[in-house]
Nanobody, 122 residues
């Protein structure tokens, strides 16, 4: 069972980036998936969450209206489209999965992928 986040990099403030979370060893379609981030010196926090059927999504207030979570179960992948990026969005972004939902409590996520670094320059 493995999750791999990708798509990070350096982007200017106001720009966009799309992160992908690909699963191997299990069928992502049966899982609720969350995106989390950890900025330097800060605790890991929840960013967004999507239920297995995509019927339920969640965004933390800081990213509402700028980020969009989606999934393509046929590709075993979940995406996080990030627009209007701000320097305060700079962090390592992680995806995580749990086999029930529709919420993504950080302490109850069963599987975690390695993160991908997003750096937003001002």
């Amino acid at each position: 069972v493995q999750l791999q986040a990708s798509g990070g990099g350096l982007v200017q403030a106001g720009g966009s980036q799309r992160l992908s979370c690909a699963a191997s060893g299990f069928t992502l379609a049966y899982y609720t998936i969350g995106w989390f981030r950890q900025a330097p010196g800060k605790e890991r926090e929840g960013v967004s969450c999507i239920s297995s059927s995509s019927s339920s999504t969640y965004y933390t207030d800081a990213v509402k209206g700028r980020f969009t979570i989606s999934r393509d179960n046929s590709k075993n992948t979940v995406y996080l489209q990030m627009n209007s990026l701000k320097p305060e969005d700079t962090a390592v972004y992680f995806c995580a999965a749990r086999p029930y939902g529709p919420i993504c409590p950080i302490r109850d996520m069963n599987y975690w992928g390695k993160g991908t670094l997003v750096t937003v320059s001002s």
